[in-house]
């Protein structure tokens, strides 16, 4: 959870938050005593009076005390002349909102005046102690989430009054991570203060170490207003935390690479192997991933409509559903069309973009034209932090499916004998074909193996993306230039095309724009091709030549 | 492959240009229709059978447009086997150059009475124009960009791709990503070109309103006999010395190779001048039609025309012609009726096409008629189109 706080909004309103996620928490027997100490805010009228509720209030413990203080705080906290109930009251004259103390809802203002109403009263000496018991409620909460929460509060508004409440929460602080967070917030605090060169000096190195944009926020903050004395150590943090910063960034976007470049991965696998084996460009491939996506889509209806507790496992029921529609989809193809065509690879082309039209069309006319939508199960929304790296579990899953799904195939190829007749068909198919392997057997088995894949890249992608009709046309052309680029026959050169293309484009969109970007990776692809007309991983040989 | 030649079966003319009967026939009505459909579309009374009603001649003039394209595909992949995935780009590149002229045509009647930025430049908040509008405003520099455009692209494309020997599939799949990346770029507002919407609102051309009958009848006449034009010089191309070394480079580049010849620059010539071809059809096409967008780069439009290619039959003259007005004459009729199923007979096509009718409407045509007459196919029309497309 990223907290972005503008720092002015204060403190207190920060630990209010911070007390402010135990509502759904707090056992309704809190909530009861609390109101009845609130109550008495109606009856006391004199400053020690009311200091003492307060005083009670922080007893209690209870963080929801956060709002009723922080009203009271700011005066708005009001008793109505008849019934003596305690309400926050905002506004004036006649144009009033009211809102309950505990729980913030808002009541029915009609025909209320201010007239109606007796402030609870307050003065400065008073404010300072209802700060103290509220940090002292959201610092010394016994939710380790509260407690951060306040820290990280403090850290963004640099208020110089919380040093006082950290310190004391540090004494008694046992959790290592709140207490880093304290002693950052700390040091937050402490450039805001009137303290000494030396404390600061600490506290700027502290924040340097944490090396993050909120502390590079506070550093420049203080670094314009700062003594000359300190002036160069603020250079210096600074500095290093732009420094850190940039490596993150740099992380960040290889991870976004790597994330794309899996994707593409995916997409583009079986088509390196039907390309590499039968020299067949299949432009209905992305249909394939298409029908992938579909059958995830039908397997989760059935799953909501029959047996919603297994919808969990959707992904895994659909993995091999989807390999099979895929797969035979692409062995009725190779069969019914494909076989009449060898040694036409721009026949093939031509009459494998009329299948994908019809495939399309076919999807379009039973699911509808529209996008589908297809549930994440659990484990795969939300993310996770590494450092400053901020990674979504479905692109973590994504890329861990893609190098799984390389590895599998890369052991299907080099390990069983299906791969072993594959491979000596990409090599020399006549000489395959007159050492007694049936050539056009393996061709089927190929097809069919690299439309089965683009069906499990399909349930992949439907994870990250639209599932609509024009779904496989979205991945067509990236497919290729990765495969184009990586080389055909070698299933390290599609890895290494994939990966090195998503990097390159994440790194090219913070410079040129995401369109721009791509349409130099494009123009650099055709280049490439220039130079290297068989891609990174050529085969070599006379058997290429073909 | 043997020549025979068939001199003694053709006409004079036909000879000149190494046409069939049926091809030169076909010329001859093309030519003639560049005439008599304007008259019947501007003289002929409204009530007479023989009225053409304008937007026949609209849609007629369209598909004469797209036969361009064909034919210039066909040029390339007919006779070069050069399968161009990407020659929509030209089309569209020469269509913008006709559409940035038309924009300065406006002048001070768009919507922002602006005296030199077209609207969307007015819209985007642009202050001049950019330097690469300069010149729009004369004809003859548009003229020269509709040529130069496609031309240029396609020279430099093709000096990279030939000399590096990229052939086959590799090559039809970068001509692919080519007409992606132009489709991508002039998508974004930033390139000047109008971004999404394009470039619209055309009001005259040369000084004659572009909405007028006569305007769009002579656009109609202008497209027919461009396309006569085309014909005609892929005849005289493809019978001369020159046509037998581009049908040498189709079916055995290697051997052409080690004979001495140089195929990268025939293949280098026929595809800067295919790309030229399909520029001056692009130009056509967008007065007729009144707006150029970007989604003339799609690759599936592309595709489409190398259907309309395949379907007349590909290394015949005529054939990209026929195939072009049939396929769209089709479309326009289909979509009409079921719209929904277009895809499935387009999709059909391209499988039945490749499967069943390699040669084309054309070349079938012709090869049946060379049966009847126990005479071997002549070569100048489509024969032996299906060995080694490598």
Same mark, same amino acid.
């Given at each position: 959870m990223i907290w972005r706080m503008n720092g002015l909004t204060g403190v207190l309103f920060a630990l209010l938050i911070g007390g402010l996620m135990l509502v759904a928490q707090t056992a309704r027997a809190d909530e009861a005593q609390l109101r009845s100490i609130i109550a008495e805010f109606a009856t006391a009228k004199k400053f020690k009076q009311v200091e003492a509720v307060v005083k009670k209030l922080g007893e209690t413990g209870n963080a929801d005390a956060g709002r009723v203080l922080r009203a009271l705080s700011d005066g708005n906290l009001k008793s109505r002349k008849d019934d003596g109930t305690v309400l926050i009251v905002t506004g004036k004259g006649s144009n009033l909102a009211l809102a309950d103390p505990v729980t913030g809802d808002a009541f029915? &203002? &009609?025909?209320?005046?201010?007239?109606d109403f007796r402030k609870v009263k307050v003065k400065n000496s008073l404010r300072r102690k209802i700060a103290a018991v509220l940090s002292s409620l959201t610092l010394k909460s016994n939710r380790v989430e509260t407690r951060l929460a306040a820290a990280r509060t403090i850290f963004e508004s640099s208020d110089a009054s919380a040093i006082e409440a950290l310190d004391d929460a540090l004494k008694t602080e046992s959790d290592e991570t709140v207490k880093a967070a304290f002693i950052e917030a700390r040091a937050s605090a402490v450039l805001a203060s009137d303290l000494g060169v030396d404390e600061k000096t600490a506290a700027i190195a502290q924040l340097a170490e944490r090396g993050d944009r909120t502390a590079l926020g506070v550093l420049s903050k203080f670094a314009a207003s700062a003594p000359d004395e300190l002036k160069p150590r603020f250079d210096e943090a600074i500095a290093s935390v732009e420094d850190s910063l940039a490596i993150w960034a740099n992380a960040q976007n290889i991870w976004y690479g790597i994330s794309l470049g899996s994707v593409l991965l995916l997409a583009a696998i079986g088509l390196a192997i039907t390309f590499g084996v039968m020299g067949v460009i299949n432009m209905a491939h992305g249909e394939m991933v298409m029908l992938g996506a579909y059958t995830t889509f039908a397997v989760q209806e059935l799953i909501r409509a029959s047996a919603p507790e297994l919808f969990a496992y959707s992904l895994v029921f659909a993995l091999p559903l989807a390999f099979l529609v895929s797969g035979s989809v692409g062995l009725i193809m190779e069969r019914g069309l494909i076989r009449f065509l060898y040694g036409r690879p721009l026949e093939t082309l031509l009459a494998t973009w009329g299948v994908s039209l019809i495939l399309q069309q076919t999807v379009r006319t039973i699911f509808g034209p529209t996008n589908k939508e297809v549930g994440n199960p659990d484990w795969m929304s939300g993310a996770f932090e590494i450092g400053q790296l901020s990674i979504t579990w479905n692109r973590f899953w994504i890329v861990l499916f893609a190098l799984a799904v390389f590895a599998v195939l890369y052991a299907v190829i080099n390990r069983t004998a299906l791969g072993l007749e594959m491979r000596a068909v990409t090599q020399n198919r006549r000489m395959a074909g007159a050492m007694g392997i049936r050539t056009s057997w393996v061709d089927a088995m190929t097809f069919a193996l690299g439309s089965g894949i683009a069906g499990i890249a399909g349930v992949a992608l439907s994870q990250i993306g639209n599932v609509s009709p024009n779904l496989g046309q979205s991945y067509i052309i990236d497919s290729f230039l990765v495969v184009v680029f990586g080389g055909v026959g070698n299933l390290w050169g599609t890895l290494v095309g994939a990966m090195s293309l998503g990097i390159l484009n994440k790194f090219m969109e913070p410079y040129a724009g995401a369109v721009l970007g791509k349409v130099i990776i494009l123009v650099l692809i055709i280049l490439f091709i220039q130079k290297r007309?068989?891609?990174?991983f050529a085969l070599k040989g006379r058997a290429v030549e073909t | 492959m043997t020549v025979v030649p068939s001199y003694q079966n053709t006409n004079r003319l036909g000879h000149r240009f190494g046409l069939g009967k049926m091809s030169l026939a076909f010329i001859v009505l093309l030519a003639a229709a560049a005439v008599i459909v304007p008259l019947c579309n501007l003289v002929v009374p409204e009530t007479s059978p023989f009225y053409i009603p304008d937007h026949l001649v609209a849609l007629l003039g369209k598909w004469l447009c797209y036969a361009m394209l064909a034919v210039s595909l066909n040029l390339v992949w007919g006779y070069c086997g050069i399968l161009s995935l990407g020659h929509g780009a030209f089309f569209a590149l020469g269509g913008y150059a006709m559409g940035m002229y038309l924009m300065r045509q406006i002048g001070t009647r768009g919507v922002y009475g602006h005296p030199v930025l077209p609207d969307f430049m007015v819209f985007l908040n642009w202050k001049e124009l950019p330097w690469f509008w300069y010149g729009f405003d004369q004809f003859w520099f548009a003229a020269i960009m509709i040529v130069l455009a496609p031309g240029l692209l396609a020279f430099v494309f093709g000096w990279f791709a030939f000399r590096s020997r990229v052939s086959g599939v590799y090559l039809s799949i970068i001509t692919q990503a080519m007409t992606y990346a132009l489709l991508l770029a002039f998508f974004r /507002?930033?390139? $000047?070109?109008? $971004? /999404? /919407? $394009?470039?619209?609102d055309f009001k005259d051309i040369l000084g004659f309103n572009i909405q007028t009958r006569e305007t769009r009848a002579t656009l109609f006449a202008l497209s027919a006999g461009f396309l006569v034009a085309f014909l005609l010089v892929t005849a005289f191309i493809t019978t001369s010395r020159f046509g037998k070394l581009l049908v040498a480079t189709r079916d055995a580049e290697g051997r052409t190779r080690f004979l001495g010849y140089r195929p990268e620059n025939v293949k280098l010539f026929v595809w800067t001048l295919s790309a030229v071809m399909a520029g001056i059809a692009g130009a056509l096409f967008v007065p007729q039609v009144g707006i150029i967008n970007p989604g003339e780069f799609a690759p599936a439009n592309s595709i489409e025309v190398v259907i309309w290619t395949a379907v007349g039959g590909r290394g015949t003259i005529i054939g990209p012609v026929i195939g072009a007005v049939l396929v769209n004459g089709g479309k326009s009729w289909f979509t009409g009726l079921f719209p929904e199923f277009w895809l499935f007979v387009l999709g059909a096509l391209f499988v039945l096409t490749t499967l069943f009718l390699p040669k084309g409407i054309v070349g079938t045509a012709n090869d049946l008629w060379s049966k009847v007459r126990r005479k071997k196919p002549d070569n100048t029309e489509g024969s032996a189109v299906l060995q080694a497309a490598e």
């Open positions: 029915d &203002a &009609a025909g209320a005046k201010s007239g007309p068989r891609g990174l | /507002n930033d390139m $000047g070109f109008g $971004g /999404n /919407n $394009g470039l619209t």
